[in-house]
């Protein structure tokens, strides 16, 4: 397995405009999380799913975050608008089950500007 | 709510020095301590993951080792070489995510 694949690596983009971030866990894996990465506050948790159910997303910050989890092998994370604030490195992950090794992707980097 | 903490922040050693990086938690009542390299601009890439039945785990150069009671994970590098320069990163499952140290940034010296 090629591990967790993330699209695109680097986003730039105007306040205001959509951003859609991708995500392909590992595959058989059925947890999937979205994690926020800024030199602030380190790495938090966004939203995590269970075979494809969201589960917990209290972590989102605001209501222009959302996620989905259409079939198993992908997930999205949009921000609508976007707004400088949001410029961090998101990652996403997926383990088997919950609290064994978590695998992580490569990070998308976003820029808002 | 658990809080995990990693010391020191920044480390810099000269080529073949054997170091030791800190991770402490404040809930004892975990299931697994994991450890994380991350380079610059990368991801995070999995090192070792010790079961809190466990006391260590080593992985070449690499041994972490646990203690739940006191709360403390320590992972210590051998012979280390310029390619170990990364930000080492401890999480511990709290609740229904990983919750991270700050990291320690390590630079190993040629």
């Known amino acids: 397995d090629a591990g967790v694949i993330q699209s695109p690596r680097h986003e730039v983009t105007e306040m205001g405009q959509e951003v859609t971030l991708r995500c392909k866990p590992i595959s058989g894996h059925d947890y999937l999380f979205w994690y926020r990465q800024t030199m602030m506050r380190g790495l938090e948790l966004l939203i995590y799913f269970n075979n494809n159910v969201p589960i917990d997303d209290s972590g989102m910050p605001e209501d222009r975050f959302s996620a989905k989890m259409p079939n198993a092998s992908f997930s999205t994370l949009k921000i609508q608008p976007s707004e400088p604030r949001d410029s961090a490195v998101y990652f996403c992950a997926s383990s088997l089950i919950l609290n064994t090794e978590a695998f992580f992707g490569q990070g998308t980097r976003l820029t808002v500007v | ?110």
């Open chain 2, 1 to 110: 709510k658990q809080e995990v903490t990693q010391i020191p922040a920044a480390l810099s050693v000269p080529e073949g020095e054997n170091l030791v990086l800190n991770c402490s938690f404040t809930d004892s009542a975990i299931y697994n301590l994991q450890w994380f390299r991350q380079d610059p601009g990368k991801g995070l890439t999995s090192l070792l993951l010790i079961q809190s039945s466990q006391r260590e785990q080593t992985s070449g150069r690499l041994n972490a080792s646990l203690d739940k009671s006191s709360g403390r994970s320590t992972l210590y590098i051998a012979a280390s070489q310029p390619g170990d320069s990364a930000t080492y990163l401890c999480a511990v499952p709290a609740g229904n995510m990983l919750t991270f140290g700050g990291g320690t940034r390590l630079m190993v010296k040629p």
